[in-house]
């Protein structure tokens, strides 16, 4: 039972900077390509 409660603990310490980055290296290419597709989806219907 005490190797449940330690797993427990160890994920809820992560480092809010690895967190940061990590939302970064995913979210900057997420949001590029949403951008690109808004700008290509306005042409295609006219705007």
């Known amino acids: 039972m005490s190797d449940t409660r330690a ?4 994920a809820s310490t992560t ?3 690895v ?3 990590a ?3 995913v ?3 997420l949001a590029y390509g949403l ?3 808004i700008l290509k989806a306005a ?3 006219g705007g």
């Open 35 to 37: 951008w690109q597709t």
């Open 19 to 21: 967190v940061t980055a």
């Open 7 to 10: 797993t427990a603990t160890a």
């Open 27 to 29: 979210g900057t290419p």
């Open 43 to 45: 042409k295609l219907f």
């Open 15 to 17: 480092n809010p900077l």
């Open 23 to 25: 939302w970064l290296v």
